[in-house]
């Protein structure tokens, strides 16, 4: 899927599916969120094909796009869910998918998350360290419960991505190292309330690239190989997600070709493989629509302005991610060089720098593609600037599935002591 696979231009308009963007940005006010649910599902559907011949489940990772219309669009098609968090589980379960079809990953789970993710019966506790295992053996414990358990293992393997988002070298902060592996299996076999069930491993996003995913899970393979000799019952291996998306050019593998590595890698291990895909799922299925509010001939440059900014999507910002940038209209044939910027009092709100756009006006509308994972979800309200509502699109209708807050709603959650 490419980025505007389901954004496709009719007579110089773009759409969504078969509603013209404009449409919808004349009753929702720019900016918004727009997803593509024909996109999230064919996407699924590709996933579940490409695994067809294996005993997998797709355990959709939450945080690259949480809304309950998302959540709910996979869940009908039989997601499970890869959460980090309480609130994560929450949104899952709300959403309909099966507390048995939830994996819970996470570096520092809390006392109260585990138990309320014990109490529901979750598959499996993905355990990232020593002192996580022995909190869910005493929450366990005391709760009369048993908690399935994989350790995710850190294999120290060089994801070829950006820095801050590779999660499998030894110096992140994630997972087991690979050369404790078996001292801290061996650690939970002995604990009460422990059924030790699976391997789970997930070397960080964006990659574009299998070599890196081939080196780690054939050092799965070996781990497993000696867990069994050790007498552990591994009947799971959780391959984590982490394939990319285009952006710009990259060339991804297909799934299929990804789901082949994995059984080329793991399948003599007769184990149940979970995969936990976020971006590749949702990434290219949404865009954030804006408008253009000015046009500012600098001293050395061009700005084009929007009214979304990084507090909106701040990928480009954090990671200085690329996204196409595209005129929703096309209204002439003439291409100009533009710094995209939002409205943000940051230096650092910028979108792109020198990004060929069709010559634009204010009131203009702009698409920011490749927006649907990491992008709603990293939002916030800085600036005091309304969180951008997300609509979801089906065949000609379209729901907005949240809503933008009003000023109202936003200053009321802050409280005045009455001491002031
Ligand atoms: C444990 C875990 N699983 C799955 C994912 C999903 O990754 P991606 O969106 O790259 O598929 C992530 C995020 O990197 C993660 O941390
Ligand atoms: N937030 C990152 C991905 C992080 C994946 C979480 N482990 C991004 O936007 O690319």
Redesign the pocket.
Known sequence: MTPVSYFPYKNNKMFVEDIAISDIAQQVQTPFYCYSSTAIETSFQDYQLAFSNQDALVCY?V??NSNQAVLATLAKLGSGA?V?SMGEIRRAITAGIPANKIVY?GVAKTQEEISYALTLGIFQF?VESEPELELISKVATSLNKTAAIAF?INPNVCAQTHEK?S?GKAENKFGVPISKARLAYKQAASLPGIKVQGVDV?I???LTNLAPFKEAYQHIAELVVDLRADGHDISVIDV?????ITYLDEVIPSKQTYADLVHAQLGHLNCKIII?????LVGNAGILVSSVVFVKNGEERQFLMLDAGMNDLVRPSMYDAYHEIIAVNKSNDTLKTYDVVGPVCETGDTFAKARQVHESEAGDLIAILSSG?YGAVMSSGYNTRMLAPEVMVKGNEFAIVRKRPSYEEIIKQDITPNWL
């Open positions: 990772a945080k690259a890869d980090v990953s993905n995710r988002i999660t997930h960080g996003s964006q984590g997600g982490g394939l990319g936990e895909p976020g971006r590749s994972a």
